[in-house]
């Protein structure tokens, strides 16, 4: 493996993708969002609804829907802690997989589809890397930035969650273990999903808008371990957290390989 | 004679129903110019690709600098340069930055890169904008940057697709210089890919003219004249006072002149059937009592070898 033109390639792809509007504002706004301004809303939701005069009656349902195990690990908190904990601990936890999800995604759209419709791709099929080279630095530069990316989200999180919850809590309530696998051990697998479905949906798409709207499909199914977590069909317990990572995992091997097997210079330079 | 840079036998690629490129033969000479032919469509881009080994063919073989380009791809991109027929170049990077990562992926030695890119920049008069972004360049400049990239690494082979394509006349020369400044004082081969027929034939050793991905002709650009161009243009200067009477003389002559002769200012233009009816016209006007100054026959170009293969073919 050629090293000096890997890392070429994902130098150059870092370099074109900040400068790509489509690329950088989601970047910025998701995590604003969910990093930032979440963590505030939900700590604070609490007393916004008691001095609405509202009653918690729908928290006490949602949590008395919740798996034994989920209420155990709630049961030394009073019933406002409770719902922040659920709330930033717990609830969130799927949603942050989107964020290495679409970084990787936006990423791998604009190298792969983005690259072939800035006609750029040519001249990087006649240079002297080998298939394998290209291959390995075209997703290594998307995975790198998303697993980063996800990495300062999480340590950004972890304060804004601290802070927020501190005048309800009194304590330093977040990471657990289950956030740590979450983060180290699934957020990889999550963002390598995420490449390998866009390599496929590069092939077909005409441009990185195409690639990324067909692409951003891969979500559905972090979507459905968050509704699955809200009705209460199960909860992030560091076990599944595992099992979660280990099923990603071995998808990623599988798409890999066939993804792989299909990346070839000659079928590239055809659909050019 | 040394051993031919490139070799190609009976190499052929098919897009479906199409063949794009057929049973095509032919070599390049270590240090030569070639010029390979065609309008678009005539397979001069899918060989430079098969030559490359960025796509498979469907039969035959190639040989470039000894190596097979679809086993030993890598090693056979290293030795050449290719400019594409569209630049691309990554226009939201600068020039420099272009120039930069291609160096490390040419494999330019890394000491070498930051001087390698400056002298580039220079020689192609892009310094004084070489840290703004491409996008904001001008067609010609976009071209004499490909241009750069394809040179880098100092090709063995020097692939260049309508290289003059996008430019303006005084660019177009600045490449043309280039060109054989780098065959004949470095000896780099260079495979010119061009349906501009005035850049060939100034420039090219050889031509090889493709049409539906055959090659329907081989040859040195006089080679070819001789060959596929039947007729010849001549003009002929008399006497100012004998003007009118050599035309009147010239419009009976329907079996030597296949082309009615005109006037223009001092000369009078017209078409032989060939080179062997010059004897015989000159004696026919000498008879005649006219004083003939000259006689001039206009040398053939590829552009008539073109039209007379199209019109073959066709």
Redesign the interface.
């Known amino acids: 493996m050629?090293t000096?033109?890997i890392?070429?390639?994902v130098?150059?792809d870092l370099?074109?993708a900040v400068?790509?509007k489509g690329v950088v504002l989601p970047m910025i706004i998701l995590p604003l969002i969910l990093f930032v301004a979440f963590p505030w809303i939900m700590a604070y939701a609490p007393s916004w609804t008691n001095a609405a005069g509202t009653s918690l009656s729908n928290m006490d349902e949602l949590l008395a829907r919740m798996p034994s195990g989920l209420l155990n690990e709630l049961s030394g908190y009073t019933r406002d802690q409770q719902m922040i904990v659920f709330a930033l601990v717990y609830m969130l936890a799927p949603m942050f997989l989107i964020m290495p999800l679409m970084v990787a995604s936006v990423f791998a759209a604009d190298s792969f589809a983005g690259e072939k419709e800035?006609?750029?791709?040519?001249?990087?099929?006649?240079?002297?890397?080998?298939d394998r080279e290209l291959f390995t630095a075209k997703l290594l530069g998307a995975w790198v930035t998303a697993v980063a990316v996800a990495l300062l989200g999480f340590i950004v999180y972890a304060v804004m969650v601290n802070a927020a919850g501190w005048h309800s809590i009194g304590q330093i309530f977040f990471p657990n273990w289950m956030w740590v696998a979450l983060v180290l051990w699934v957020t990889p697998a999550v963002a390598g999903l995420g490449l390998v479905v866009m390599v496929f949906v590069s092939v077909r798409a005409q441009g990185f808008q195409d690639a990324y709207q067909t692409g951003g499909l891969v979500v559905l199914p972090v979507l459905a371990l968050m509704i699955g977590q809200i009705s209460g069909v199960m909860y992030f317990s560091l076990g599944v957290v595992l099992l979660v990572g280990l099923v990603i995992w071995l998808l990623d091997i599988v798409l890999l390989w066939f993804a792989s097997k299909s990346f070839r210079?000659?079928e590239l330079?055809?659909k050019l | 004679m040394s051993a031919p840079v490139i070799q190609i036998s009976s190499l052929s690629r098919r897009f479906g129903e199409k063949n794009a490129v057929d049973h095509l033969t032919l070599d390049v000479q270590p240090g030569e110019i070639f010029g390979f032919l065609g309008h678009n469509g005539a397979g001069k881009t899918t060989t430079v690709r098969l030559l490359n080994g960025v796509l498979e063919p469907t039969s035959g073989q190639a040989c470039v600098l000894g190596l097979d380009p679809q086993t030993e791809g890598p090693a056979v991109r290293a030795q050449t340069g290719v400019l594409t027929e569209t630049p691309s170049l990554d226009e939201r990077l600068t020039a420099r930055d272009n120039l930069s990562i291609y160096a490390d992926l040419y494999n330019v030695p890394q000491a070498n890169v930051t001087g390698r890119v400056n002298s580039l920049l220079t020689e192609f008069e892009l310094a004084d904008r070489a840290d703004d972004k491409v996008g904001g360049y001008s067609k010609g400049m976009k071209q004499r940057l490909a241009l750069a990239r394809a040179l880098l690494h100092r090709p063995k082979v020097l692939f260049l697709d309508e290289p003059t394509a996008a430019l303006d006349p005084v660019a177009a020369r600045h490449v043309h210089t280039l060109v054989e400044d780098l065959a004949r004082r470095e000896g780099c081969t260079v495979f010119l890919c061009t349906h501009n027929l005035v850049e060939a034939q100034k420039l090219c050793d050889r031509v090889a003219v493709m049409e539906h991905g055959r090659l329907v002709a081989l040859g040195t650009p006089s080679d070819l004249t001789r060959q596929y161009v039947k007729r010849l243009d001549v003009d002929l200067e008399v006497d100012p006072v004998q003007m009118d009477w050599a035309l009147q003389i010239l419009q009976e002559l329907h079996q030597l002149v296949i082309r009615p002769p005109k006037r223009e200012k001092e000369l009078l233009t017209m078409t032989l059937p060939g080179r062997e009816s010059i004897p015989e016209l000159l004696s026919i006007l000498v008879e005649m009592g006219l004083r003939v100054y000259r006689l001039a026959p206009q040398e053939a170009n590829l552009e008539e070898v073109y039209f007379a293969l199209n019109g073959g073919t066709q």
């Open positions: 050629n000096r033109a890392q070429a390639i130098r150059k370099k074109v400068q790509n800035r006609k750029t791709l040519e001249a990087l099929l006649y240079t002297p890397t080998t210079r000659g330079m055809t």
